[in-house]
């Protein structure tokens, strides 16, 4: 019986507003703007969120930690006991694997230096990127022609190389680098991989954002420690520990910060970055701006209810007699209210479908003159849609109550 009541409400209601066609849409539109303006803020700071997200997955993921040198000293001179400490090294990469093998599912260790590389085609100063452990994998490259380093290599420190595609077009322009020798240094390497070149446009007319990251040429990190440097500690620049497990992430850091600075004579010459955190840091920053749209929103809302209870006042002047005769044939103030309520929630339920299409083609418009994909969350739908309801809601109950407040017989006289 309800259900049938419910459903001749909104067919009735139906019927209002299609009789009254412009009227019903000059209601409707502040809430096509409300949702338009907050569904369109909030997808072009969604698409921006993905983007990043697609960016940092192409760097090889958001579930690193990563562990750097840092001074120690930051003024005046060194202490004894400063000068004594050896800083971060292989070591350090070895140990903070067994602090948690479950969760530490690959290492990775960089050692950077600075050659003049030379082949029978080019002579140029170049960066040397000494590499170990899991690194390949860790920053999101591949091994297109050749292959990877062998712990063998690793451990004798073999005169090898594996080059990205920029190093390969200046050294061997003819592509036929594996097995060939290039002279880094006064050092003998055979190039033995060839990388995949790794393209990355965050927006669709810029660069592409990984060309610094192709001109990689890496060889062991035992190489450059031991026949470039002749460090007998073996020290490293850069040593990333992948955690797939998130929820582990905070507790190995502060283990590895623990073991670090026992292994480091209490020092604090390293810094941890946790990849994670630093790009969900990073993102809550655009949290400001869905505020700000979704203020924005809010105010047209507002402005747009406040406007639909003017002409919902106007119209029911208008409507005082057929209120008069269905309270005299029998209905209630509670139907009569019933009925204004499911009218207005209609017309903000119609007015907020509209709204979102529109927005969807406004953040379209948006993303596509800065050239980033669109992508739109299901909650920025959510959020859109319930705000609308909210207000269509609160703003609907004065009308609503006034018409169930009117007197039959006072109705029925009104001219």
């Keep these: 019986m309800a259900t049938g009541k419910l459903t001749e409400r909104i067919r009735n209601a139906w019927v209002e507003m299609r009789e009254n066609l412009g009227r019903s849409t000059l209601q409707s539109l502040g809430v096509m703007l409300g949702v338009a303006s907050v569904l369109g803020g909030f997808s072009i700071t969604d698409s921006m969120r993905q983007r990043s997200r697609q960016l940092y997955i192409k760097m090889g993921g958001l579930d690193k930690l990563n562990v750097q040198p840092s001074a120690v000293v930051k003024e005046g001179s060194p202490t004894a006991l400063q000068m004594a400490n050896l800083g971060l090294r292989n070591a350090d990469a070895e140990e903070g694997r067994t602090l948690n093998p479950k969760a530490v599912s690959g290492v990775a260790?960089?050692?950077f230096a600075r050659a003049r590389v030379r082949s029978p085609y080019a002579d140029q100063e170049r960066d040397i990127r000494g590499i170990g452990g899991?690194?390949?994998a860790t920053d999101g490259y591949e091994v297109a022609r050749g292959r990877n380093f062998t712990p063998e290599d690793y451990a004798a420190g073999a005169p090898v190389a594996i080059l990205g595609t920029e190093p390969l077009g200046v050294f061997f322009p003819?592509?036929?680098?594996?097995?060939r020798t290039i002279r880094i240094g006064d050092v003998p390497v055979?190039?033995?991989g060839i990388l995949s070149e790794r393209v990355f446009h965050f927006r669709k007319s810029n660069r592409n954002m990984f060309r610094r990251r192709n001109r990689i040429i890496a060889v062991p990190t035992s190489l450059v420690?031991?026949?470039f440097e002749g460090d007998q500690y073996r020290r490293a620049d850069r040593v990333t520990f992948r955690i797939r497990d998130f929820d582990?992430?905070?507790m190995f850091s502060k283990s590895l910060g623990s073991m670090l600075k026992a292994n480091h004579r209490q020092q604090d010459d390293?810094?941890?970055d946790d990849v994670a955190a630093r790009v969900k840091k990073e993102q809550s920053q655009s949290d400001a701006y869905n505020i700000i749209f979704m203020l924005s929103g809010v105010l047209s809302l507002i402005g747009g209810g406040m406007v639909n209870v003017n002409i919902q006042m106007a119209t029911l002047k208008e409507r005082i007699r057929e209120v008069g005769v269905k309270m005299a044939i029998g209905a209630s103030g509670r139907e009569v209210f019933k009925d204004f309520m499911t009218e207005a929630l209609l017309l903000t339920g119609t007015g907020s479908l509209v709204g979102l299409l529109m927005g969807v083609g406004f953040s379209k418009i948006i993303t596509?003159?800065?050239?980033v994909p669109l992508h739109v969350d299901a909650k920025s739908f959510v959020a859109a849609y319930g705000l609308a309801a909210v207000f269509g809601f609160v703003f609907a109950l004065y009308p609503a109550f006034k018409a169930s407040r009117l007197s039959p017989m006072e109705a029925l006289r009104y001219e």
């Design 174 to 179: 003819n592509g036929d680098a594996i097995g």
């Design 270 to 272: 390293f810094r941890l």
């Design 109 to 111: 260790v960089q050692k």
């Design 134 to 136: 899991d690194f390949l």
């Design 225 to 227: 420690t031991r026949r």
């Design 190 to 192: 055979t190039v033995v």
């Design 368 to 371: 596509y003159s800065i050239g």
């Design 248 to 250: 582990a992430m905070a």
